[in-house]
């Protein structure tokens, strides 16, 4: 199944899906090692709070990217932090009425509960 139909279904359109959304780890490190100094964020989803077929729908489109500049990572990022990925549709194709292009943007969530 093409990864815009999924997306579509499983985020945008679909009544019978309530969805709670993806939701992310962030893990950053800093550490020297022989001069180079290196800096690095990694974020984890969340897949027992996440949706499942939102979960899957974004491991599969963060995998068949390539291209990163679509996704809004945070500016500072806090480790151990949770965020949601939230779905940002872009235009959709005037004949077949699929999201063209989309973006992903991480909010930190409250994690009151």
Known sequence: MDIKLKLD????????????????????????????????ETYRILKRKSCPQCAAAFEDDFNDCGDFSTYEFPKHPEHGAIYKAVFIPGPRDWETGYIEDWTWKFELENDAG
Do not use: D, P
């Not at 992310?24 to 800096?39: A, P």
């Open 9 to 40: 279904e499983a985020l945008v359109g679909s009544k019978k899906h309530t969805c709670q959304g993806v939701f992310l780890r962030c893990s950053v490190s800093e550490y020297l090692s022989n001069g180079i100094f290196t800096y690095k």
